[in-house]
């Protein structure tokens, strides 16, 4: 399935790409295969690929002199990527303590949505995730999926602070601080593992059309699996699929 795509300039050294305004898993499995299909024609223009949930953000190297040249070339490439190709992507299993000492918000979400702490946490650690995008920290996955019984609003009032690994639900979405963080979402646990790592390759191990599972440790658990992280030794557990 081809979509109809805009292209509009993006500054002087960009062009960004617009599929239906909707979050929909074929438009993002359409958005990785054009990435993927660009990468693969190794255009030598272009420094960086950026995708979001209806958009791919194109940056080049020098400024765009001529963009309906660059868009011609870009549309070639899309007509010849099509649906063609099945992509394989990871699942990653992440572990995920929801004690009340890291839950700070599931006391409130219990209230408003008239559910039971263990039910929160069950819904909320049940479904299999997809990754659309990566921001708006480094290695903030912005997931896909959440039940739709733990949709709840933002806080009106952010916090200052967001501890490193909080888990939170934010309107329809679901996500980790991958760092200490200003932020309005509602924090329901805390992962222990590194989302952003700068030193390592790619320093973020998630992508877009990759899947989250969320797997519930308690405390001791969480403290082992820290020590691990720390010492640099633990493995994310995780297995390749069939898209």
Not at 117 to 131: A, G, L, Q
Request: hydrophobic fraction near 40%.
């Amino acid at each position: 399935m081809a979509f109809n795509l805009i292209y509009k300039p993006f500054g002087e050294r960009a062009i960004l790409v617009e599929w239906p305004a909707v979050i929909d898993e074929n438009i993002l499995k359409d958005i990785v295969n054009f990435k993927n299909s660009i990468e693969k024609n190794n255009i030598k223009s272009i420094i960086e690929l950026k995708p979001a949930y209806n958009s791919l953000l194109i940056s080049y190297h020098t400024v765009c002199r001529n963009f309906e040249n660059e868009v011609n070339e870009l549309k070639n490439v899309y007509l010849a990527s099509g649906f063609k190709d099945k992509s394989k992507c990871v699942l990653w299993k992440i572990p995920v303590c929801y004690d009340i000492v890291y839950g700070i918000d599931l006391e409130a979400i219990s209230k408003i949505k008239s559910l039971s702490k263990e039910e929160i946490i069950k819904r909320h650690f049940k479904p299999i995730y997809t990754v659309y995008f990566i921001g708006f920290l480094p290695g903030f996955l912005y997931l896909g999926g959440l039940d739709e019984l733990l949709h709840v609003p933002r806080k009106s009032t952010p916090r200052l602070q967001i501890e490193k690994g909080a888990v939170a639900i934010g309107g329809n979405q679901t996500g980790v601080y991958p760092a200490e963080s200003p932020g309005g979402w509602n924090i329901i646990g805390n992962s222990p593992i590194e989302f952003f790592n700068p030193n390592m390759t790619p320093p973020c191990f998630a992508k877009a059309g990759d899947k989250i599972s969320f797997k519930p440790i308690t405390i001791q658990e969480f403290k082992t699996i820290k020590l691990l992280v720390e010492g640099g030794v633990y493995q994310i557990e995780s297995e390749v699929l069939d898209d």
